[in-house]
C-alpha cells in the first residue's frame, strides 16, 4: 500500500479540521434560545431579574407582571416612554432581550364591553411591546362559556386575533395566542389560527397544557400547530391525584423530549420559555433555586 506524502497528510487533516469546525458550527447554530417568564418570580425587582437572567445564561426574559403589577404599562418600569426606553437599555447593556409581553386580554367574551375592554388591554401592550423591541405580546383564548356557541366563540377568539393582528401591522410585533385553560385541544386552535391567518398573529405552544389538560401526544401536536409556534412554554409536572404537581424540569412525568425533538426535527428557533407557575402556586419552590437551574437542564434535551 502505497503511504501518503506529507502534503497529502496535510491536506487531509485540513479537510478533516475544517469538517470538525463546520460540525461545531451547526451545533452551535442550533443552540436553544432560553427566557424564563417573572410569572416564576413575582417579588423580584428589575436589577434581580437582570443579574439572575445574565449570570444563569439566558437570552431573554418574557415578562408576566412586574412585583404584583400584571398590567405591565402601568408598572414603574415600563409607564412612561422613557421609562421603557431605560428599561430596553438596562437589558440591551447586559446583553438581554425582552422576548414577549404577557397580557391578561381574553378574547373569548361576547359581552360588548368586556370584549372592548379586553382588545383594549391587549393594544396597549401591543404599543408597549414595540417601544421595547419586544416581538411578542401574549393574549388568552380562555374558556368556551356554556351559555355561549361553541362556534361561535371560536369565531369570537379568531376575529379579536385578527383585529389584533391589523393593529400590530406595520410594527415589529407579533400577538400570539397561548394553549390555555379550555382551548388545549389541537383542532380548536387549528380552527382558531386558519381563520386568523395573518402576518402578525402566532401562536404559544404550552408544551405542558396541551398534554395534561387534552393527553395529545406532542409529535401529534406540533405537526398540526407547526405552521403557527413561534414561541414555547416549558415546565415540568407529575400528576399527583388529577392534579398538577409542578416539578424542577426532569423530574416529571411530561413528555418533553418528545416536544423538543419534534421542535428540533421542525427547525423551530424561537426561545423556550421556563414557566415556573410561583405567582399562581406559592407553595412550590422558590425561583432562586429553580430559575437559575433551567438553562442546565434543558440544555440536557439537546
Known amino acids: 500500500m502505497n503511504q501518503p506524502t506529507r502534503r497529502e497528510a496535510i491536506k487531509t487533516a485540513l479537510i478533516g479540521g475544517l469538517a470538525t469546525l463546520g460540525t461545531l458550527s451547526a451545533f452551535a447554530a442550533k443552540k436553544p434560545q432560553l427566557s424564563f417568564s417573572t410569572l416564576g418570580c413575582p417579588t423580584w425587582d428589575l436589577a434581580t431579574i437582570l443579574d439572575v437572567a445574565a449570570k444563569s445564561g439566558y437570552q431573554a426574559v418574557e415578562f408576566r407582571g412586574l412585583q404584583g403589577e400584571l398590567d405591565l404599562p402601568k408598572s414603574p418600569a415600563f409607564n412612561t416612554a422613557s421609562r421603557a426606553k431605560e428599561t430596553h437599555t438596562q437589558f440591551a447593556d447586559r446583553g438581554l432581550h425582552i422576548c414577549n409581553l404577557g397580557s391578561s386580554a381574553q378574547l373569548h367574551h361576547a359581552d360588548a364591553a368586556k370584549r372592548r375592554k379586553n382588545l383594549d388591554d391587549a393594544r396597549r401592550f401591543i404599543e408597549l411591546a414595540h417601544q421595547l423591541d419586544c416581538p411578542f405580546v401574549r393574549v388568552f383564548p380562555d374558556s368556551l362559556p356554556t351559555d355561549q356557541n361553541r362556534d361561535d366563540t371560536l369565531r369570537l377568539i379568531s376575529d379579536g386575533l385578527l383585529e389584533l393582528g391589523t393593529y400590530a401591522k406595520g410594527s415589529s410585533v407579533t400577538v400570539l395566542l397561548e394553549s390555555h385553560g379550555e382551548l388545549t385541544r389541537s383542532n380548536m386552535l387549528v380552527q382558531i389560527m386558519q381563520a386568523a391567518k395573518h402576518p402578525n398573529v402566532g401562536l404559544i405552544w404550552d408544551i405542558v ?65 421556563f414557566e415556573w407557575e410561583k405567582l399562581w402556586h406559592p407553595e412550590i419552590e422558590d425561583p432562586e433555586r429553580v430559575i437559575p437551574q433551567y438553562p442546565a437542564a434543558i440544555k440536557a434535551y439537546f
Open 209 to 273: 397544557n396541551m398534554w395534561a389538560d387534552a393527553s395529545e401526544a406532542p409529535a401529534a401536536v406540533y405537526q398540526k400547530l407547526k405552521p403557527y409556534i413561534r414561541h414555547v412554554h416549558v415546565k415540568d409536572v407529575r400528576i399527583v391525584a388529577g392534579k398538577h404537581q409542578y416539578v424542577q424540569i426532569g423530574q416529571g412525568e411530561a413528555p418533553l423530549r418528545a416536544a423538543i425533538d419534534a421542535l428540533k426535527a421542525g427547525s423551530y428557533d424561537g426561545y423556550y420559555s
